[in-house]
């Protein structure tokens, strides 16, 4: 048998050198190392008849000459990959008189995120975690929980828009949902800004659009007072618009706080002299504010007794119009990229 096996490995052996293409080499590999009918594995079916010693002997040059039998096919696959890439890249033609491609041209950051990246990173250097919140809110959170029960009148000072078959879940009008959310989870002593979309059902105008950015802010702790909050106010509007930038509070009816107070300062177009934008009093609104009122405390989980705290709200969107001078609300959400590419 050991004989079979030297004259079965110098017949392949020579076989192969004659091989011209892959059909033919695997009819070759099938014929002498096929599982099924290979002449090898027939061969090494004599081996049961054999003594044990000369199983041993026989079985090692079976192994050999079957190792050998892979090696040199497999050489000869490689070989042919080889030739047949080379006929591929033959065929191939590469032009290389082609001029140099135009650069492509890269997105930026929209000036909605840039001011809020500025926003948070001011805010988070005064120890103000950066929070987020569900665009659909339930009823509760978004109206409930701040001192607005169904029957309150202020809902009408938020058309909002519900969802059809759930009217116990909006699309939120504001980003204050969240100060309670944070209430809730947290406690006191807190500090949080919250910057996110919002939605109403607005009549579109160059102040309005029905989907705007807020950015909620709030402070809980002992001994917290108006005064607090003022400082915090007058801070975010010197960061953004410069150290001269003067700031107007005036008094104004929010649910959340008591008291409240419109956020307003110099109308960037016409210095305070008044204009169309500002309708002719020299001021534009960016938010309001307040001391956060003792339901929505109690509501969240704060003990009245112990905290108190402020809450502020931008409007994101009017932050960014009057930091680069946009006459239109409704530009920043056109998608309009001749306004876009300015930023």
């Keep these: 048998m050991q004989e079979k096996l030297k004259q079965l490995k110098t017949e392949a052996l020579l076989a192969l050198k004659s091989i011209k293409d892959k059909a033919q080499l695997e009819e070759l590999e099938v014929r002498f190392l096929g599982r099924k009918g290979g002449e090898l594995t027939e061969l090494l079916k004599g081996l049961k ?45 590469l032009d290389i008189s082609q001029p ?32 987020d919140g569900p665009e659909l809110e ?40 969240v100060q309670v959310r944070a209430m809730q989870k947290y406690g006191a002593p807190l500090r949080m800004i919250v910057p996110g979309k919002c939605f109403r059902n607005e009549a579109t105008d160059v102040r309005h659009e029905h989907t705007f950015y807020q950015l909620e ?14 400082g915090v106010l007058e801070s975010v509007a010197k960061h953004l618009y410069g150290p001269d930038t003067k700031i107007n509070m005036r008094p104004k009816f ?17 210095q305070g002299k008044g204009c169309r934008l500002c309708k002719q009093s020299g001021w534009l609104e960016i938010g ?13 989980g704060i003990d009245t007794k112990v905290n108190q705290g402020f809450a502020f709200g931008f409007g994101l969107t009017r932050l960014v119009m009057l930091k680069y001078g946009i006459e239109d609300v409704r530009l920043l959400e056109s998608g309009n990229m001749k306004f876009l590419e300015q930023f």
């Design 100 to 131: 140099a491609l135009p650069p492509k041209s890269f997105g930026h950051l929209h000036p909605n995120t840039i001011i809020q990246n500025d926003l948070e990173d001011f805010f988070t250097s005064m120890g103000f975690m950066v929070l």
């Design 254 to 270: 929010y649910p959340f706080v008591e008291p409240g107070v419109n956020l307003e300062v110099t109308c960037f177009v016409c």
């Design 217 to 230: 802010g709030v402070v809980i702790d002992k001994d917290i007072s108006f005064a607090h909050m003022k």
């Design 288 to 300: 309001g504010a307040g001391m956060i009122h003792p339901n929505v405390l109690r509501e969240s």
């Design 49 to 93: 008849d054999l003594s044990d010693d000369a199983k041993r002997e026989v079985g090692q040059l079976a192994n050999e000459v079957k190792t050998s039998l892979e090696e040199a096919v497999s050489a000869k696959k490689k070989e042919f990959s080889k030739i047949e890439m080379a006929g591929l890249l033959e065929k191939e033609s």
């Design 138 to 177: 339930s009823e509760y959170y978004n109206f409930s929980a701040l001192n607005i029960p169904p029957d309150h009148p202020a809902r009408d000072m938020q058309d909002t828009f519900y969802i059809k078959n759930h009217t116990d879940w909006v699309m939120r009008t504001h980003t204050s949902p």
